[in-house]
């Protein structure tokens, strides 16, 4: 009998550091998922993200959230696509880590964005999850560039980057709610100067992500 995994392969992708387990999400991961960014994920008078998602009331939130993570499965194709991870620790949901690229072939580059539930904020999970799909997108699908960004005053999400050896590359400014514009610092990483954690990052279904991910 026929599995999801086998029906939709990047489902059987894993990626364990020591503390955590990044995977594709699944529907049912909604609930839980939902539950997090209820909990917190912010401060209410400041948005990091450039769209305000999380202003929504909870109903719409939940609705909106499952609408738009199922498009992006049906945006996957070789080189081009976002991988939306759910992050466990100890089994438990406590964030999302994506990775996202565009013509893959020509590009070389990724990009990401993630958040934490306020409660799993200053564990060093931020780091952890981040360098585990650097790992993956620089060991396994051959890219040479990843970037990130972050508003100039989310000092935790700079933190993360500089420590995992990202460096500055300009600023550009979006405005999430009307009248409260957000200067967002641009990050680059170049793959030689990544600087590797010392624990190897377990991954199951590589072969796979690749045959889905990768032009032939």
């Known amino acids: 009998m026929l599995t999801l995994d086998d029906v939709w392969p990047l489902f059987a992708l894993r990626l364990r550091s020591p ?16 539950e997090a960014v209820l909990a917190g994920i912010h401060p209410a008078d400041r948005m990091p993200f450039d769209s305000p998602w999380t202003d929504a009331e909870p109903e719409q939130l939940a609705r909106d959230f499952a609408k738009y993570h199922w498009h992006l499965r049906t ?10 991870f759910v992050v466990l620790h100890e089994g438990r949901v406590i964030g999302m880590q994506d990775v996202r690229a565009e ?3 020509r590009t070389k580059t990724v990009s990401s964005g993630s958040w934490l539930t306020r409660a799993a904020q200053g564990h060093g999970f931020g780091t952890e999850m981040r360098a585990a799909i650097l790992l993956f997108a620089f060991d396994h699908l051959d890219v040479e560039v990843a970037e990130s960004s972050a508003a100039t005053w989310n000092a935790s999400s700079l933190g993360v980057s500089r420590r995992l050896g990202y460096v500055d590359a300009g600023v550009t400014v979006v405005e999430p709610r009307p009248g409260e514009p957000n200067t967002m610092q641009k990050l680059r990483l170049d793959r030689e100067n990544f600087p590797r954690p ?11 992500a690749r045959a889905e991910l990768l032009k032939p």
């Open 103 to 105: 013509n893959l072939a």
């Open 19 to 34: 503390r955590l387990e990044l995977r594709l999400m699944r529907d049912d991961d909604l609930p839980a998922i939902v």
């Open 75 to 84: 945006t996957v194709q070789p080189g081009t696509w976002t991988l939306d």
């Open 198 to 208: 010392e624990w190897p990052l377990g991954v199951d279904g590589a072969a796979a």
